[in-house]
């Protein structure tokens, strides 16, 4: 089929709503419809915006920041959550720019600090199953994925742990695209926390990351306490809710196939190329904003300067062109070119963090000899926004399989 059949024909949408209830629970099936008739799809909801779902045209798009640029505020969400004209530090800047802010994050993600963090992670998360198997039944989203998350997002910035149970209400009040209103104000709750820990910094530094920002200088000028209320923010919300997600997922598998775990004890060096698969598998952000530099041409698609982009890293994570059975989870998934994390200067700093907690919690996991299942009894809960991935309840069943 031709791009110019494929867009003459009617039943081409041109109002894809990524954040339809439908949509929500299965994105993949419109995914693939639209990647084999119009990869580049026009949505007039929420404000209009293309959507790319290619793996090509989606890994082209992140890399080339001189097309499709990340220096309008407000965009990677859509809709937004917040209107705002100053951009989120460093993801909503362009090199080169981007890459000397970026630079100041680097040295908190480095490999040897992600080492130095693990076992304390680990210990956590078999301590918390240890809890679940006494119980034999948890929600596995309270229970595990947010504790985990919340500690590894402390441990690397030494944010407040204290704080989490209000800074997680905020974060999950703001990504629920069903209460914008709710979202706002908790979004006006977060900024206001985080100018209170930037004041206290200012009085009294720590050593922790906000302080860390304090002392670091861009072209001879130290941060202003905007600019690192923009990284902060940047933090919380990419440092903890997404991982979150991505673990829920994981775990809903899971518990739904068995026999993966079980293969996995038996062959706990797979343990790396799984965590890449369930990374691949989940795409917790699965669509994410830039904008049109300059008017473009793209599947004889038009899109004009300042039109919102989406990228659809959740399709393109799916792409039969690139993935052989992508819609089927393989532990032992070689090779594994997905786009998670992004790509190009904008790859996710953090991408090391994450893939330590799905390694230590499936490492916890083997180690417990649990056996996880759904509940019967009750459903789990997709989250509402359909450009994020996860969970937001997943009840189930723990089944205490080795002798404490």
């Known amino acids: 089929m031709s791009n110019t059949a494929a867009m003459s024909e009617p039943q081409i949408p041109e109002d894809v709503d990524i954040h339809d209830p439908a949509f929500v629970r299965d994105p993949f099936t419109a995914y693939d419809r639209l990647r084999l008739e119009c990869p580049i799809a026009r949505s007039n909801k929420h404000g209009g915006f293309w959507l790319m779902t290619r793996y090509e045209d989606v890994r082209a798009g992140a890399i080339n920041w001189r097309d499709y640029t990340s220096s309008v505020a407000g965009v990677t969400a859509i809709p937004v959550i917040t209107p705002r004209t100053e951009p989120m530090l460093p993801i909503e800047i362009d090199p080169p720019r981007h890459s000397r802010y970026r630079a100041l994050v680097n040295p908190v993600f480095t490999p040897e600090r992600v080492a130095e963090i693990t076992p304390r992670i680990g210990r956590l998360a078999a301590s918390i199953l240890e809890r679940m198997a006494e119980k034999e039944s948890a929600d596995a989203v309270a229970e595990f994925c947010v504790p985990v998350a919340i500690a590894s997002l402390a441990a690397f910035t030494d944010v407040p742990l204290a704080d989490s149970e209000n800074w997680v209400g905020w974060i999950t009040k703001m990504f629920d695209v069903s209460d914008p209103v709710a979202g706002a104000a908790a979004s006006r709750d977060l900024?206001?926390?985080?100018?209170?820990?930037?004041?206290?910094?200012?009085?009294?530094?720590?050593?922790?990351?906000?302080?860390?920002?304090?002392?670091?200088?861009?072209?001879?000028?130290?941060?202003?306490?905007?600019?690192?209320?923009?990284?902060?923010?940047?933090?919380?919300?990419?440092?903890?809710?997404?991982?979150?997600?991505?673990?829920?997922v994981m775990l809903h598998w899971l518990a739904e196939h068995p026999a993966d775990l079980a293969r996995l004890a038996a062959e706990p060096a797979l343990v790396p190329t799984a965590v890449e698969e369930f990374l691949r598998f989940s795409s917790p952000i699965q669509?994410?904003?830039?904008?049109?530099?300059?008017?473009?041409?793209?599947?004889?698609?038009?899109?004009?300067?300042?039109?919102?982009?989406?990228?659809?890293?959740?399709?393109?994570?799916?792409?039969?062109?690139?993935?052989?059975?992508?819609?089927?989870?393989?532990?032992?998934?070689?090779?594994?070119?997905?786009?998670?994390?992004?790509?190009?200067?904008?790859?996710?700093?953090?991408?090391?963090?994450?893939?330590?907690?799905?390694?230590?919690?499936?490492?916890?996991?083997?180690?417990?000899?649990?056996?996880?299942?759904?509940?019967?009894?009750?459903?789990?809960?997709?989250?509402?926004?359909?450009?994020?991935?996860?969970?937001?309840?997943?009840?189930?069943?723990?089944?205490?399989?080795?002798?404490?």
């Open 191 to 248: 900024v206001a926390y985080i100018d209170g820990l930037i004041a206290a910094r200012r009085a009294a530094p720590t050593g922790d990351f906000i302080s860390m920002l304090m002392a670091a200088e861009i072209d001879g000028e130290s941060l202003d306490d905007g600019q690192i209320r923009s990284f902060m923010t940047v933090v919380f919300g990419a440092g903890f809710e997404t991982t979150a997600d991505g673990l829920s």
């Open 287 to 404: 669509i994410f904003g830039r904008n049109a530099a300059r008017d473009l041409s793209v599947h004889e698609r038009r899109m004009r300067a300042g039109d919102i982009v989406a990228l659809g890293f959740g399709s393109a994570n799916r792409d039969p062109s690139v993935f052989e059975a992508p819609g089927e989870l393989h532990l032992d998934r070689k090779p594994n070119r997905h786009l998670t994390f992004g790509a190009g200067p904008h790859l996710c700093a953090g991408a090391g963090v994450a893939r330590m907690e799905f390694a230590v919690t499936l490492e916890a996991l083997i180690e417990a000899g649990i056996g996880l299942a759904l509940d019967p009894a009750v459903a789990p809960r997709w989250k509402t926004r359909g450009d994020r991935r996860g969970f937001a309840s997943l009840p189930l069943l723990i089944d205490r399989k080795k002798a404490h």
